[in-house]
Structures are given as structure tokens and as C-alpha cells.
């Protein structure tokens, strides 16, 4: 097969999860950091702006196809079923290829390694990868096999339940991300010394994974550090081979990241708005309760949500799921700190609850009205007018410091357009900054929270896209924009 590379040299990619330009500000003049100094002095990095919400699961595959999440079937880790049971979806690299698959085909010999969500190993040649974040790593290269033991390598550390579980302090996760990311670069390293590749794509998930745990603590900068420095010596590498022997390299995040200070109770809102109500039982032990928490018995659930049943249920079926989750909700309850109280969809009375929020814990939360497309549907004529209802409530909530809660209030059948992959939600609400919203606990006392450690940090819709040799002017502001670039490269752009 002919060779089709780029007449630039070849192109080098730089993922990094939920890193924003003001991050790397922040960070730039700090010990290990030269590489972004460098980066930002030349004004080589820019905005670019995620998904809704902006999330690892959508955003990656927009990066990787162009297209959107109504196109690629992921708009979040979950997607609901009529059931109102939520059901894990992957992207499937088989159904809706990344680019480079195209690449290969045409003759670029790629080295991909842990790409954020793509867990599928490819069935085509001039591929040689790591499957990446979240399940265990593959490859189907023999050399890169070889590394990964020789690095102790397979997948980025699944450290976060020891962190909740106060088993392990952020220092020492920190010291384990960073230990993982200067694997996988060296590992990278080793393969383009080996073999020589037109494109060459690394991907850390390791700064979202730790940043969610240490935004809003004084000293953030002394975690992050580590995995950035770690991140900065492959980047100053991938540059000194570019300016030897010519090629490009482009950075690219898949959105940002921000400190939270309060968490806004959603569906709490909800409720107390008449939208949604509680199953009978639930609503009374909870004014039993006071509308502070549930009696002692029902901790018994968020036991089982948090121990290892949850990720034998994660993993299952949907069919299997399905079942299980209605012999689960037999026993699981809202046990939560302090004076609020943990819920989940199988505590709604879904014979009167017209609106719900769900999946989405995020500052950009979906909210799905229960109509026709659910099992029990409410709301079975004027939806439009519920939307605008809604729109008109939510515009005037305040956030916990008397500002506008809501930034951006988004339709679902806007941004959607009508997709058959899932039954999409009906809004979209942008928290301010600061912000987050929390879709499962309750409280009569208050509509926020404070946020517990593992949400100190989350999501912005600003992530970053660079280049190396800086390029004035590119066509790239959104992550469905990435692949058209990359393309452009090879001179195989549509």
C-alpha cells in the first residue's frame, strides 16, 4: 500500500482530559513546566470549545469522528432507557470509526495509545494501540506488549474508589498518576525510535481523574504538579524531534475544569417545584426524617451502590441490568452525609413526576420530560409549553451567592435534532461558574451543598486545542472540528 504522510513530517497528538487554558497558566512558570512555557509564550494554545454536557464519554469520540454526540450515540457515560433504568454506553470505534482508521487505510502507520474511551482494538492494519480509559488496557502489538510489562503498564490506575474511601491521600495519588503518564510517554518514546509513524497519538486521562479531587484545595498547584511536569517532558520531546526533523504536533483537551463551591440541588428543586414527587414510602421516611435524612436502616443501599456489587452492576446487560436494578431497589436508599439525603430514579414516583433530571452530575445538567418515549408517561400533550414553563422557572433560580444559577438553558431538541441512538433530554442547564449540580441528594433545608472531595473540581466547556509550530490561524474552535484538521494534515481533508 502506498504511504500517504504528510509532506509536513509527521503529526504528533497530545490528549489530555479536562485540562483548560487557565490550568496551564496557572502552572507555567513552575519547575518541569518548560515545554507549556514555551507553548504559551508563542500564544500556540487556544479555547476550543466540548460537548453538552462537557464530558469525557461525548467528547472524545466528537474529537475523534467530527461528528456529534447525536450522531456518534454518546452524550454521556449513560443513556436512559424507557425504563428510566440508565444503561452504560461505550463508543463503539467499530460502528463509528475514529480517524485513524482513514489514516490507515491510506497508508499512515499510526501509534495510538490509551485513547480516552476507545476500548475497541482495531481490525485493520497500521495500527499499533493500547485501548485506553476506562476499562483495562489491550494492545495487539507484540513490541508494545513487551513495554507494557516492562513498564508495569496496564491502564491508567483505577485509584479513585481508595481516594473516596480515604485508603489513599491525594499526595499519594498524585505520585501513582504521575507514574502512570511517565510510562506511557516512555513507552511512546520507545515505539517512534522503533518504528516510524505518520501520526502518533498519546492520550492522558490522569489530570481529570485527580483534578476532581483537589480544585478547591489551597494547594492545588503542589497535586497537579506532578502529572503536568510528567505530561511537559513527553511534549518536550515530541517538540525537539519536531524541530530536528520537521512534523507538527497538536494538543488537544476535551474540556476544562474549574473549583466547586456549591453543588445545586436539581432534582430537590424539582420537587419542591411539584415537577417530580417520591414514592409514597420514600416521601414519608423522609419527612419522617424531617426532610433531612432518611432513618438509619436505609444506609444500606448506598453501601451496596459504593461497594464492589456496584461495578458487577455497572457491567452487566442491560437486559440482566434491568432486573437487577429492581431487586436492588428493594433494599438501596439514600444514605448521604450530614443532613441531606441520597436518592436515586427508582425513589420517583413515576406515575406523577413530569420532569426529571438524571445521568448528568455535572455543572451542565440534562433534564428529560416523562412523556411518550418512558413507561409510565405524565405528560401527554402541551410539552412545549412545559419546556417554556420550565425555561421560565429555572431563569430566575439563584445561585448560593444571589446570582443567576443558570447561565445557559439549552433545547434538547436544538442540540439533538431529533437523534434515534437515544432518547435524548428535553434541557440542557449550565450551572455559573463556581458551580455544579447534583442530580441525587435532598434536603428541606437548602437547594445546595457543599461539594464532598471527589467534586472540589468539574467541568468547564472550554478545553484547549494547540500546535507546535504555532499556527495563526486555524479552523478548529469546537472538539467536532479536531479530525478536519488532522486530515487537512495528510492532505485527505473532505
Same mark, same amino acid.
Not at 62 to 67: A, D, E, H, K, Q
Not at 232 to 255: E, F, P, T, W
Given at each position: ?67 456529534? $454526540? ?113 510510562? !506511557? ?76 463551591? &456549591? &453543588? ?22 423522609? %419527612? ?14 448506598? !453501601? ?9 452492576? @455497572?457491567? %452487566? ?85 444571589? &446570582? ?16 434515534? &441512538? ?28 457543599? $461539594? ?20 495563526? @490561524? ?19 481533508? !473532505?
Amino acid at each position: 500500500m502506498k504511504q500517504t504522510n504528510s509532506k509536513k513530517g509527521p503529526l504528533y497528538m497530545v490528549g489530555m482530559d479536562s485540562v483548560p487554558l487557565w490550568i496551564l497558566e496557572e502552572l507555567k512558570d513552575e519547575k518541569g513546566m518548560q515545554a507549556f512555557r514555551k507553548l504559551l509564550s508563542d500564544s500556540c494554545i487556544k479555547n476550543m470549545e466540548s460537548t453538552l454536557p462537557p464530558m469525557t464519554g461525548p467528547a472524545w469520540p466528537s474529537i475523534y469522528t467530527g461528528l456529534e $454526540p447525536k450522531e456518534h450515540g454518546v452524550p454521556d457515560f449513560f443513556v436512559m432507557k424507557k425504563s428510566y433504568t440508565p444503561d452504560i454506553v461505550y463508543y463503539d470505534s467499530s460502528a463509528v470509526p475514529p480517524f485513524w482508521k482513514e489514516l490507515a487505510h491510506k497508508g499512515v502507520r499510526c501509534l495510538v495509545i490509551t485513547p480516552a474511551t476507545d476500548i475497541t482494538l482495531p481490525d485493520y492494519d497500521n495500527v499499533d494501540m493500547i485501548t485506553g480509559f476506562p476499562l483495562k488496557a489491550r494492545t495487539n502489538s507484540k513490541e508494545l506488549e513487551g513495554l507494557m510489562n516492562k513498564h508495569s503498564f496496564d491502564g491508567e490506575p483505577n485509584i479513585e474508589k481508595e481516594i473516596k474511601a480515604g485508603k489513599m491521600d491525594v499526595r499519594e495519588a498524585s505520585e501513582i498518576f504521575a507514574k502512570s503518564v511517565s510510562a !506511557r510517554s516512555d513507552i511512546a518514546i520507545s515505539m517512534m525510535k522503533s518504528k516510524r509513524y505518520g501520526f502518533s497519538y498519546v492520550c492522558f486521562t490522569e489530570t481529570d481523574r485527580l483534578q476532581h479531587f483537589v480544585m478547591n484545595k489551597n494547594d492545588w498547584k503542589r497535586y497537579l504538579l506532578p502529572v503536568y511536569s510528567e505530561i511537559s517532558k513527553y511534549i518536550a520531546h515530541v517538540m525537539q524531534l519536531i524541530d530536528k526533523n520537521g512534523g507538527r504536533l497538536i494538543i488537544v483537551s476535551d474540556h476544562g475544569a474549574q473549583p466547586i463551591r &456549591k &453543588k445545586f440541588l436539581l432534582n430537590n428543586w424539582l420537587m419542591q417545584n411539584d415537577y417530580l414527587f417520591l414514592k409514597e414510602k420514600v416521601r414519608k421516611d423522609f %419527612m419522617k426524617g424531617g426532610g433531612k435524612k432518611l432513618p438509619a436502616g436505609y444506609a444500606v443501599r448506598e !453501601r451496596i451502590m459504593k461497594s464492589g456489587l456496584r461495578n458487577t452492576y @455497572d457491567k %452487566m446487560p442491560y437486559h440482566m441490568k434491568r432486573a437487577a436494578y429492581k431487586v436492588f431497589s428493594t433494599v438501596f436508599t439514600g444514605a448521604a452525609a450530614a443532613e441531606y439525603t441520597r436518592m436515586h430514579l427508582f425513589d420517583f414516583d413515576m406515575k406523577k413526576t413530569k420532569v426529571f433530571a438524571a445521568i448528568s452530575n455535572d455543572p451542565v445538567a440534562s433534564i428529560w420530560i416523562n412523556d411518550s418515549r418512558f413507561a409510565t408517561p405524565v405528560v401527554k400533550s402541551g410539552k412545549d409549553k412545559l419546556i417554556m414553563e420550565l425555561k421560565e422557572e429555572l431563569s430566575g433560580v439563584k445561585s448560593s451567592d444571589g &446570582k443567576k444559577m443558570f447561565v445557559n438553558i439549552f433545547d434538547g431538541k436544538d442540540y439533538y435534532n431529533g437523534t434515534k &441512538k437515544f432518547i435524548a433530554p428535553d434541557l440542557l442547564v449550565e450551572a455559573q461558574k463556581g458551580h455544579t449540580v447534583d442530580i441525587f441528594n435532598f434536603s428541606k433545608e437548602s437547594m445546595f451543598m457543599d $461539594p464532598e472531595d471527589a467534586k472540589s473540581g468539574d467541568h468547564i466547556r472550554e478545553g484547549i486545542f494547540g500546535t507546535y509550530p504555532k499556527i495563526a @490561524d486555524t479552523d478548529v474552535s469546537t472538539v467536532t472540528d479536531v479530525k478536519n484538521f488532522v486530515m487537512k494534515n495528510f492532505g485527505v481533508a !473532505r
